[in-house]
């Protein structure tokens, strides 16, 4: 799922609403110095049945889709940031869960230097030479379908396996308008416009600018069943993103970064089989997205994660897509059992459920808008806001009940409202 911040006083409310925003609209189409490559030579690297044989149908359609007209394979050098370094702040990294993004976020953002920015305050450029091969635009609320404002999303196509991608870009250039003549009449559209590592392609202002990697040549390990994931085919592919920067432009980035754990974009993947640790699906659901059916709004609402936190990773969410009606993320009191270390012969595992708190670099509550060196996570040791069991059947079953208002003293075990969840 792809999204953005609007504007953010609490990450995990006020991001939700908007982060939700880019991803569920994409579904209508359906991105530490390890070395940058040149693209190689020009080669028929779509034309190869026996590799496709090996894809699942998901895969092939992103295949599909945006390999149409590539030239070449591999990673490129990204020679440009996408604003000026004057124009934005804080750089938040993969892995980020707010609202409807229930499982860890496959995009970066780049935040406005001011949130009270007036709309289409800061230029975007293209990161690197490539192509734009799909321009999507979104009008509405996916919460409350409400009309809004309209913002686009664009793919980048940098050779056959290397892509990347904006969202929430609030208004386009001239000649990507020109590029994309379909726009004035549908909310998609596909192309095939030359952009070069630099070139200005929209503006954007008072929310964050959503981008992301994604390497096809690349698939993630953590995920134990990287076919759940079709629904949304990229995620697997999900690259790291400063590493295709020069140093230079690396070290910008870095000095907006509050994460100081490795690697340094954050993460996405925590899936070990045969613990509590990770992304799981209701039973009965065909992963993250259940592409027949004939209604996927909400598909959140089937997600469940237990994941390290983006910034700090020594403190652990507990993610559920459907807590009263809404999705909600929590800190967990006491900050254990780890879920990293539970597996089946744990048993019955019981979590009071509380809100985080973030302190920065100077022990301070952080705001969540400004820029600090470091963040440090901790459990709220205020209210209870209720209470999670959970408990490992099988190395990919999962029993799992929620409690809202509980606190472990009122809940003895499960009841006949538990789901089973699997991966």
Avoid at 219 to 228: N, Q, R, W
Avoid at 273 to 280: A, P, R, T
Wanted: with cysteine.
């Amino acid at each position: 799922m792809q999204s953005g911040i609007a504007k953010i006083s609490l990450v995990v409310i006020v991001a939700g609403v908007v982060l939700v925003l880019s991803g569920l609209g994409y579904l209508i189409f359906l991105g530490r110095n390890s070395g940058v490559r040149d693209a190689k030579p020009v080669e028929e690297v779509a034309d190869t049945e026996s590799a496709d044989a090996n894809l699942t149908a998901g895969q092939r359609q992103l295949r599909q889709q945006w390999q149409r007209n590539c030239q070449g394979s591999g990673a490129v050098t990204l020679t440009h940031l996408p604003m000026d370094p004057e124009d934005f702040g804080p750089f938040v990294p993969y892995g980020l869960l707010a609202g409807a993004h229930v499982t860890p976020i496959d995009h970066v953002y780049f935040s406005p230097k001011s949130y009270n920015s007036p709309r289409d305050a800061y230029p975007v450029y293209a990161m690197g030479d490539g192509y734009i091969i799909e321009v999507q635009r979104r009008s509405i609320d996916v919460d409350t379908g409400a009309t809004r404002a309209e913002e686009f999303r664009l793919t980048f196509q940098h050779t056959c396996t290397f892509f990347t991608y904006f969202d929430l870009v609030t208004i386009l250039s001239d000649e990507v308008y020109e590029a994309f003549p379909d726009l004035k009449t549908r909310d998609s559209a596909v192309g095939h416009m030359k952009v070069a590592g630099g070139q200005q392609i929209g503006r954007i202002g008072g929310q964050t600018l959503d981008t992301a990697v994604y390497n096809l040549e690349l698939t993630l390990k953590g995920f134990i069943h990287p076919e759940l994931y079709d629904g949304e085919a990229w995620k697997i592919h999900t690259d790291e993103f400063t590493k295709y920067f020069s140093p230079p432009l690396q070290e910008i980035i870095n000095s907006r970064n509050p994460r100081q754990a490795e690697p340094r974009d954050g993460k996405i993947d925590y899936d070990v089989d045969g613990k509590l640790i990770g992304n799981w699906f209701k039973e009965g659901t065909k992963g993250y997205i259940d592409e027949s059916s004939p209604d996927r709004s909400y598909y959140w609402e089937e997600h469940l994660a237990l994941v390290p936190d983006l910034y700090d990773p020594t403190m652990f969410w507990v993610s559920i897509g459907n807590w009263q009606g809404k999705a909600g993320q929590f800190a967990v009191k006491g900050n254990a059992p780890d879920p990293a270390t539970v597996d089946v012969s744990r048993g019955l595992i019981k979590y009071e459920l509380v809100q985080n708190n973030y302190f920065d670099a100077n022990n301070r509550p952080w705001d969540n808008m400004s820029f600090t060196p470091s963040i440090r996570a901790e459990p709220s040791s205020r209210e209870v806001l209720g209470v999670a069991l959970f408990q490992l059947f099988q190395d990919r079953q999962l029993k799992a009940e929620f409690f809202p208002g509980k606190t472990a003293a009122q809940v003895a075990g499960f009841t006949d409202q538990a789901w089973m969840y699997y991966r």
